[in-house]
């Protein structure tokens, strides 16, 4: 699949983070139509378009509030996303998503890595002092994935999420440089 570079923008002993580009679209906006992967996310009410994913790629491609980066394996195949947003360059803080969008890729390291090098990437690269997460209270591997990470608790925001019967919490977890820095 055609992308924006032959080298991967980070790399990882299992996977690599690269640059997203218009050739990505298609695979991306599909995942948001994909039950199994919006299961615990605030996607999947509303269906997916490539125009939306398209515009979404275009609107942080120019951000420097944002950084996007597509999830490859080791045959350079994109099987996710971890993004990096809502920047903040005064309080120096930055919020975390990750998406393992190809289910066969579920279980094997993917996300817990991907994490990891973003966090590094954030805190080495663009000089952040704090990162965030957020996730449902139902998401249990992305919760510990992230505290696989150093990630702890900061709150829990009471029933935000509408999930098929019931509505469930929000999770809030935090990491700061000077505790990412002691596990190293
Ligand atoms: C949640 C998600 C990111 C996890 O990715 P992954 O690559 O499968 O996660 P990892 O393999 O790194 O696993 C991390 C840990 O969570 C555990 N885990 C993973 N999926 C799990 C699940 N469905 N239920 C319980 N535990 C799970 C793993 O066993 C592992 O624990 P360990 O370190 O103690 O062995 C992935 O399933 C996904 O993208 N889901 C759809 C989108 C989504 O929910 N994104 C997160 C939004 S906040």
Redesign the pocket.
Known sequence: MKCESTVNFVQGPIVGLRVLGPADVPQWAAWFNTP??????NKGAFPNTQAAQAEFLDRLSRSRNDVQLGIVDQTASLI?IVGLHHIDWVHRHGDI?????E?A??????????IGLMVRHAFLKLNLHKLT????AT????R??FE?NGFQLEGTLRQSFWHGDRFVDEIRLGLLRAEWETRA
């Open positions: 199994a992967v919006t299961s615990h996310l996710g998503s990750i998406v393992v969008g289910t890729a579920h279980g094997r390291g993917v996300a817990t890595e991907a997460a957020g996730m449902w998401n249990t591997g992305s510990r994935a696989r």
